[in-house]
């Protein structure tokens, strides 16, 4: 791998890609921020001189910025899932089923971005992967009815997909050459992005604004930021004679325990994301505005706790912030299913966003500890995770469609406590 534009001595400062790799691989091989039950150790990776720094340093912010338009994206989309519902007159059964599509076009896209990266270049392929991204916010609105819908939110789960994984693969590039952790805090940049756009969609709600010009605006908008900020991001290019990297990596079975706990925390994130606002309308009877409002909260909370994760984790260890993790979000499921009113419910939801928001970032590095080969470890456990967390809002519509809601949330909750029965798998010996 080279980076375009990075001097000799930045480029020997960052560790050495195994040949055929790829931008994935080699990101997953960094131990920095790994969050373990041991102390963060700093190799000292840093570039050479003064304005390599600050090349990385804007590539750290930049990168984070990218991590925020993709939340963005997520969080407008949310908070108008009951719009949604309602214009396309289906039940919740319908809209579990519709929220499935989503997960089987990421599953299938999600695997290709290594190679995009690899052909075109990091920046370039994220920056093209981005923008597929923003404008496919506009596709689930302008659907008529179900089978349009299924179409358009297949399109926005594959568009979804690839720029996360070509992000986050950036985000441990430029951790490995910065030498500290970031990528607890660049998650919480995107939980910010989802906070903002949950916001902004909380708005239009209250305000009564038809979801297909709310949904045409922000698309617009988050397109040129996301342009925009993408300029500054590594531009990581693979080696004349280096092999693309496979379209798909098994993780190890040493790591399919970690991918289990991963599990846990993406569905109760992906069913809130999806199902919080539903949840308080339906369950609850609230009006569209303050049921959007809990989507926002729920954000709210994973901001903080992603921001936050870095020092968290570094003085406590991974295990103990996991199970710590997981009371909280047991004690959120509890509230949102024995809620009698909106203000319990809500508190319910900013528990769970506040519980499972570190554990992801958590197992991909316990990943890239559990076996003879990191790379495939980590690439493999972040489409299973990924994929899951897409799933969860349709399996949670199915079981709502056969039972209630209130029974849904209440496996939402059962899987937060293994959050804290689990949380052992994490402690996880580094590989020398």
Avoid at 385 to 411: C, K, Q
Wanted: proline letters at 5%.
């Amino acid at each position: 791998m080279t980076d375009i534009g990075t001097t000799e001595d930045g480029r020997a400062a960052a560790e050495e890609a195994a040949p055929g790799e790829g931008l994935v691989a080699r990101g997953a091989e960094a131990p920095h921020g790994v969050g373990l039950d041991a102390p963060r150790v700093t190799t000292g990776e840093t570039s050479g001189d003064g304005t390599d720094r600050a090349r990385l340093v804007r590539a750290r912010w930049a990168i984070a910025a990218v991590f925020a338009v993709h939340g963005a994206v997520t969080g407008n989309f949310a908070t108008r899932v009951p719009w949604i519902q309602d214009h396309t007159g289906i039940g919740p059964g319908q809209l579990g089923l519709a929220l499935a599509f989503p997960a089987i076009g990421a599953s299938l896209a999600m695997p290709l971005a290594a190679a995009i990266s690899h052909r075109l270049g990091a920046r370039r392929a994220l920056r093209i992967l981005l923008s597929g991204w923003t404008l496919a916010l506009v596709l689930p609105a302008l659907a008529p009815n179900l089978v349009v819908l299924c179409i358009a939110l297949f399109m926005y789960g594959a568009a979804a997909g690839m720029p996360d994984v070509a992000m986050n693969a950036l985000g441990v590039e430029t951790e490995n050459r910065l030498g500290r952790s970031i990528m607890s805090g660049l998650h919480g940049m995107w939980s910010v992005g989802v906070l903002v756009g949950s916001a902004v969609g909380t708005l239009a709600a209250h305000l009564d604004v038809d979801a297909r010009l709310h949904q045409a605006v922000a698309s617009g908008v988050l397109l040129v930021i996301g342009l925009l900020v993408s300029r500054a991001v590594l531009d990581v290019r693979p080696e004349p004679d280096e092999e693309a990297p496979p379209h798909f990596a098994l993780p190890p079975k040493s790591a399919l325990l970690i991918g289990m706990i991963s599990f846990c925390a993406v569905f109760a994130e992906g069913a809130s994301l999806d199902w919080s606002a539903v949840y308080l309308k339906d369950v609850i009877d609230t009006g569209a505005g303050l049921a959007a409002a809990t989507t926002t909260a729920f954000a709210l909370m994973m901001a903080v706790a992603r921001l936050a994760g870095d020092r968290v984790v570094d003085r406590f260890g991974g295990v103990l912030t996991v199970r710590a993790g997981g009371v909280l979000s047991t004690a959120g499921g509890l509230l949102v299913v024995l809620a009698p009113g909106p203000a319990l419910a809500i508190t319910g939801f900013a528990l769970l966003g506040l519980g499972c928001a570190v554990v992801v970032p958590l197992a991909f590095a316990a990943a890239a500890r559990s076996g003879p080969n990191p790379s495939q470890a980590i690439a493999g456990v972040a489409t299973v995770t990924y994929s899951s967390g897409l799933v969860a809002p349709s399996l949670i519509g199915g079981l709502a469609h056969a039972t209630s809601l209130v029974v849904s949330f209440g496996v939402v909750t059962a899987l937060s406590f293994g959050l804290i029965v689990g949380a052992n798998v994490l402690r996880v010996k580094a590989k020398a």
